[in-house]
């Protein structure tokens, strides 16, 4: 499959996030206005971003599930136009989703639940395999580790495994923080991105980090309680963070800013 080259500005790849939902926790979904969704989807690119992720289902704590149907209704024509613009991934756990997606032009499965592996390998793309637990209703009650550095990596592994071993390309493992993760063990898994980076990097593998104005930044070291719009500051701060630690792909919802610092850190090197 001919594919466009990433397009990078700096030390990591910056993905924007295009939702093409009602429900986004972050408030920047576009429900079924398609023409919005690929107006934002144009100005991610414009802005420097590597690439797009595209979903048409929240994967928010608490999010209601959506059939395969009304996920297809919103996404494919938002694929098909972005990817004549620069690479799209999909985000969606659906086999059939993934597959219309590529027909439509995606370069890229993003994989929520770490089980498609075998089918990005099948289609030939890249694949980015996350570790969660349950489902959006059910993940925050499913929150005890023994070591969750240790776990999440042996999980992300075992799914970029198994995409590498089926044929897939450019692949990443993500944490998913803040999927069955407490605050506390959230922040130990940013800690701890130098850590996870190089076990992935050992087998050829990048580490894609997805904090962007997730819930955990806006609690606050001090208790204070800071809403999702006032989170831009802490979210730039953890991606400089990461990219700064090794981390290959940062998933985010301010796409300027981020392609913006991602240029100084890359000018001035990494630590």
């Given at each position: 499959?001919?594919r466009?080259?990433?397009?990078?500005?700096?030390?990591?790849?910056?993905?924007?996030?295009?939702?093409?939902?009602?429900?986004?926790?972050?408030?920047?979904?576009?429900?079924?206005?398609?023409?919005?969704a690929?107006?934002h989807?144009?100005?991610?690119?414009?802005?420097?971003?590597?690439?797009?992720?595209?979903?048409?289902?929240?994967?928010?704590?608490?999010?209601?599930?959506?059939?395969?149907?009304?996920?297809?209704?919103?996404?494919?024509?938002?694929?098909?136009?972005?990817?004549?613009?620069?690479?799209?991934?999909?985000?969606?756990?659906?086999?059939?989703?993934?597959?219309?997606?590529?027909?439509?032009?995606?370069?890229?499965?993003?994989?929520?639940?770490?089980?498609?592996?075998?089918?990005?390998?099948?289609?030939?793309?890249?694949?980015?395999?996350?570790?969660?637990?349950?489902?959006?209703?059910?993940?925050?009650?499913?929150?005890?580790?023994?070591?969750?550095?240790?776990?999440?990596?042996?999980?992300?592994?075992?799914?970029?495994?198994?995409?590498?071993?089926?044929?897939?390309?450019?692949?990443?493992?993500?944490?998913?923080?803040?999927?069955?993760?407490?605050?506390?063990?959230?922040?130990v898994?940013?800690?701890?991105?130098?850590?996870?980076a190089?076990?992935?990097?050992?087998?050829?593998?990048g580490?894609?980090?997805?904090?962007?104005?997730k819930?955990?930044?806006?609690?606050?070291?001090?208790?204070?309680?800071?809403?999702?719009?006032?989170?831009?500051?802490?979210?730039?701060?953890?991606?400089?963070?990461?990219?700064a630690?090794?981390?290959?792909?940062?998933?985010?919802?301010?796409?300027?800013?981020?392609?913006r610092?991602?240029?100084?850190?890359?000018?001035?090197?990494?630590?």
């Amino acid at each position: 499959m001919a594919r466009q080259p990433f397009h990078r500005v700096g030390p990591a790849l910056v993905m924007g996030v295009c939702n093409v939902t009602p429900d986004s926790f972050s408030g920047d979904g576009h429900g079924r206005d398609h023409l919005a969704a690929i107006a934002h989807g144009k100005k991610l690119f414009e802005s420097g971003c590597s690439f797009v992720d595209v979903g048409g289902v929240s994967t928010r704590p608490g999010a209601a599930s959506v059939d395969e149907g009304a996920e297809l209704e919103r996404v494919i024509e938002v694929v098909q136009a972005l990817s004549a613009i620069g690479r799209v991934s999909i985000d969606t756990t659906s086999s059939e989703v993934a597959r219309r997606a590529v027909e439509a032009g995606a370069t890229m499965l993003n994989d929520v639940s770490g089980n498609l592996g075998e089918l990005a390998g099948e289609l030939g793309i890249g694949y980015i395999g996350m570790h969660s637990r349950g489902t959006p209703e059910t993940m925050q009650s499913l929150t005890e580790y023994d070591d969750v550095v240790a776990e999440v990596t042996a999980s992300i592994l075992a799914s970029c495994r198994r995409a590498a071993d089926s044929g897939a390309t450019d692949i990443y493992g993500d944490p998913g923080i803040g999927f069955a993760k407490t605050f506390s063990q959230n922040r130990v898994l940013l800690r701890a991105t130098s850590i996870i980076a190089a076990d992935l990097a050992r087998e050829g593998f990048g580490l894609l980090i997805g904090v962007s104005k997730k819930g955990f930044l806006g609690e606050g070291l001090q208790g204070r309680q800071y809403p999702i719009g006032e989170r831009s500051e802490q979210s730039l701060a953890a991606a400089v963070w990461a990219m700064a630690n090794g981390a290959a792909i940062l998933r985010v919802h301010d796409g300027i800013d981020t392609v913006r610092a991602a240029v100084l850190v890359g000018e001035i090197g990494t630590v």
